[in-house]
T-cell receptor
């Protein structure tokens, strides 16, 4: 029972590089989200999806792109990394009819 | 907009002490309220929830009651253990939560229990 799986767990990027944070869930959940966690600020919503082919912006979407081609996967793309994107990123999923969100273990990203 | 204000940390207690972590919220509608816990090196896990006024959520000895009149959802435990050391987040989600993916989080409270 894997739940929500995020890869990689750690990543260091140089300013201007691009990368994709992977998120996969095996619970057939419709809803998936990306959050970033910064000290003293809790978690803030970046993007979310209510089903395959449907995505929308959250509170802090700038600098990030997402797509949802399958129910299972919800990758987060950084097109040109900036030091301000240094953070811990969490992916979450939720099934329809439930209020409980399941979180991955996080990706710690450092942009130098 | 929605907001969650959470007790500042860090909090350090001795084992078997009584714990309260305060949480108050601002919301335009009728939110669902949650406490999430984050153990070191892990993602967030749902600890307990309440979806309407006067509901009490409970799990693992922790309790929180949804108080609409004071817009609060304080977390309590009668006797804490070392294994309770973690970061605790209060959160809300507006309405029935169906189709609404935005969880609004507090800043988190780091709890350390010493033997």
């Amino acid at each position: 029972n894997a739940g929500v799986t995020q890869t990689p767990k750690f990543q260091v990027l140089k300013t201007g590089q691009s990368m994709t944070l992977q998120c996969a869930q095996d619970m057939n959940h419709e809803y998936m989200s990306w959050y970033r966690q910064d000290p003293g600020m809790g978690l803030r919503l970046i993007h979310y999806s209510v089903g395959a082919g449907i995505t929308d912006q959250g509170e802090v979407p700038n600098g990030y792109n997402v797509s949802r081609s399958t129910t299972e996967d919800f990758p987060l793309r950084l097109l040109s990394a900036a030091p301000s994107q240094t953070s811990v990123y969490f992916c979450a999923s939720r099934g329809g009819g439930s209020t409980e969100a399941f979180f991955g273990q996080g990706t710690r990203l450092t942009v130098v | 907009g929605d907001s969650v204000t959470q007790m500042e940390g860090p909090v350090t207690l001795s084992e078997e002490a009584f714990l309260t972590i305060n949480c108050t919220y601002t919301a335009t509608g009728y939110p669902s309220l949650f406490w999430y816990v984050q153990y070191p090196g892990e993602g967030l896990q749902l600890l307990l929830k309440a979806t309407k006024a006067d509901d009490k959520g409970s799990n693992k000895g922790f309790e929180a009651t949804y108080r609409k009149e004071t817009t609060s959802f304080h977390l309590e435990k009668g006797s804490v253990q070392v294994s309770d050391s973690a970061v605790y987040f209060c959160a809300l989600s507006e309405g029935s939560n169906f189709g609404n993916e935005k969880l609004t989080f507090g800043t988190g409270t780091r709890l350390t229990i010493i033997p």
